[in-house]
């Protein structure tokens, strides 16, 4: 079983990092205060839907699996208002057996406008055997009136200190059920590939452990020395923009969130450096924005729209 999969939570006690909000949700939780609308808001990869269903299982009474207890990925077919309507007919039949319906929208923001003001209108009158935990990646395209109505919870990257911890844990469990010397993996490159994500950095542990026991300092090395050529080039002008799209192409299949990440921590030491700092606050500029929903296209968009204002489009 993949890392990422065998080292999920199933509960509260058990998640590292975002500890205000998982205290908010324990005291939620002992005091029977639940909201019947919760939104966990944040990067990729970070916990969100983790969180949803620990939740969802304790106030459902039920099993994940239970009839009780549903998943939409807003992301899929499951957008639009049919989706809603069906459930706005089920949440209208009360549990036989004492327990509550928790429907868990992942990506909601992905709901189309239709579907979007269907769910407000439940979230307006939600009956009290009714829990909807809502995620997104992008909170700002919900609808202000859903936002309104029900109670917010960042979840937010792990810091290097939490992320250590995590991935020192897994591979001293892991090194147990192994002949092979796993505590000696360098998990450094893989903390700053990962990006603050808990998903992706047991995705790159898994290879590292399984895989060659460097695989995350080769992808590491390998992002950062196309991504400084890129802020070079950003830095430097003249440069085209066919040059720009030799280094981009290297950087097909890649995370784009990440690339963003790097494009701005490099050109923030590039503006603390008082050199070039005109091109590196205009590429900070460009790349402000998380590039969840558009992924690579957009971060592919920002290059552009760097290079064209700072090269005139020349």
């Given at each position: 079983m993949e890392l990422y999969k065998k080292y999920r939570p199933t509960s509260l006690t058990e998640v590292v990092g975002n500890k205000n909000t998982v205290q908010i949700l324990k005291q939620y939780l002992e005091n029977e205060a639940l909201p019947h609308a919760l939104l966990?808001?944040?990067?990729?990869?970070?916990?969100?839907?983790?969180?949803?269903?620990?939740?969802?299982?304790?106030?459902?009474?039920?099993?994940?699996?239970?009839?009780?207890?549903?998943?939409?990925?807003c992301a899929s077919d499951a957008r639009g208002i049919d989706a809603i309507r069906e459930i706005a007919d089920l949440v209208q039949v009360r549990p036989l057996d004492g327990s509550c319906w928790v429907w868990v929208l992942d990506e909601c923001h992905q709901l189309t406008?239709?579907?979007a003001n269907g769910l407000l209108k439940l979230l307006e009158d939600t009956p009290v055997h009714v829990y909807f935990i809502l995620?997104?990646?992008n909170a700002a395209q919900i609808l202000p009136t859903?936002?309104?109505?029900?109670t917010r919870l960042d979840v937010t990257p792990l810091p290097y200190q939490e992320m250590c911890?995590?991935?020192s844990a897994v591979t001293d469990r892991e090194a147990q059920f192994s002949e092979r010397g796993l505590r000696g993996v360098d998990i450094d490159p893989i903390i700053e590939a990962a990006q603050g994500s808990s998903r992706k950095a047991l995705?790159?542990?898994?290879?590292?452990?399984?895989?060659?026991?460097?695989?995350g300092a080769q992808i590491t090395e390998q992002i950062e020395t196309q991504v400084q050529d890129l802020c070079r080039m950003f830095c430097t002008p003249p440069t085209t923009w066919m040059m720009l799209v030799k280094v981009l192409a290297g950087l097909q299949g890649q995370d784009p969130e990440g690339l963003r990440r790097c494009v701005l921590g490099y050109m923030n030491k590039v503006l603390l450096a008082g050199k070039y700092s005109a091109q590196a606050a205009l590429v900070i500029s460009f790349m402000a924005n998380p590039l969840y929903d558009v992924g690579m296209p957009g971060f592919t968009a920002a290059c552009y729209m760097a290079w064209s204002s700072l090269s005139g489009g020349k």
């Open positions: 966990f808001t944040g990067p990729s990869g970070c916990g969100k839907t983790t969180l949803a269903r620990i939740i969802g299982k304790q106030v459902g009474g039920t099993t994940q699996t239970g009839m009780y207890y549903r998943e939409l990925n406008k239709d579907a995620c997104t990646t859903i936002q309104t109505r029900v911890d995590l991935l995705v790159l542990l898994d290879s590292a452990l399984f895989g060659g026991g460097n695989a």
